[in-house]
């Protein structure tokens, strides 16, 4: 990649404006077109860092463990919707915490009096929340001064894209007909966000294939509450049924939510396959980069996978 080499990327996701961040702040002339700005699924997201998962276990480790360190970085900085943040990860099942836990900061496992009723196992740690709206806008306002620009287009292809010498396929779960990509296919995540009742900590329970989740992300005034995972359902459309899911399950956690105000219901589609795809294709005179299926692990892997692509680009 040379300096003002014109570079198309397609999506507006987590994904695709961190992708273009990278470029663009490499020198290159980044053009993004995308039909939602920023992109729904990821201002849906929570967010915690942490791999959830995805495949392959090398890349995810590596993509990961490079997004762990700007995130720490970004949290330095109050403007970034990124902060530090103290809290629980537990489990119904006496399990052993995985790698990427216990490399956190602060990580030690709980006492059993720590942990609420039914709870056999959970681990403290410090580990970057995330504040979507806030730290999305942030990525435009960089993108922005890095030189970079948008247009808000729906393609049928990606040969509409037009004149490019790069373009970067950042589009989740549209990949699957743009593409198109018949392994890739939607789990439906719901958020609900309420008003904080005073808490500080957040708290995780480790669900594992179970489409009903547990957590709470608190960012200041508001908490997001989580969640569902509902394998092959695309839907964005509320879910009452759901969301009072949602806020019963966490109020059993942290009674004081249970008087929270509702504020607003977060619907996204993570967009997943068997493995993520980062890599190239080269045709004639045109390099195409693909970079999705992150499935609900989009920002953990973000910066990672962005500076891969920066990599193909630069070959």
Request: charged share 20%.
């Amino acid at each position: 990649m040379t300096a003002g080499e014109r570079v198309v990327v397609v999506g507006a996701g987590v994904a695709g404006i961190t992708t273009a961040v990278v470029l663009a702040e490499a020198g290159a002339s980044v053009h993004v077109i995308a039909d939602e700005v920023p992109g729904v699924t990821s201002l849906a997201a929570g967010a915690m860092w942490g791999p959830y998962l995805v495949e392959p276990k090398d890349k995810v480790d590596q993509w990961s463990r490079r997004s762990l360190e700007v995130f720490q970085e970004l949290a330095a900085a109050p403007d970034t919707g990124v902060r530090l943040a103290t809290g629980i990860e537990a489990s119904r099942t006496a399990e052993a915490p995985p790698d990427w836990a216990t490399a956190l900061p602060g990580f030690q496992p709980c006492e059993p009096a720590d942990l609420p009723t039914g709870f056999t196992a959970g681990y403290r740690f410090t580990v970057p929340l995330i504040d979507m709206p806030t730290y999305l806008d942030y990525l435009l306002g960089r993108l922005h001064t890095a030189g970079g620009t948008i247009e808000r287009r729906r393609l049928a292809s990606l040969a509409d894209v037009g004149p490019a010498s790069v373009i970067v396929n950042c589009t989740g779960i549209g990949a699957r007909d743009l593409v198109p990509d018949s392994g890739l296919r939607p789990i439906r995540g719901q958020h609900v966000v309420v008003t904080n009742p005073g808490l500080t900590e957040f708290f995780s329970e480790d669900t594992g294939l179970s489409p009903d989740l547990l957590c709470f992300y608190p960012h200041g005034d508001t908490v997001v509450l989580g969640g569902t995972a509902v394998d092959g359902e695309g839907d964005l459309a509320r879910d009452e049924k759901a969301a009072a899911g949602i806020l019963a399950r966490c109020a059993e956690i942290a009674p004081r939510l249970a008087e929270a105000r509702v504020l607003e219901h977060r619907i996204g589609a993570r967009p997943s396959r068997d493995t993520v795809r980062v890599e190239a294709e080269r045709g004639d005179g045109t390099v195409v980069v693909h970079n999705y299926g992150h499935g609900g692990a989009g920002v953990t892997l973000s910066w990672g996978c962005a500076e891969e692509v920066r990599s193909f680009c630069a070959e």
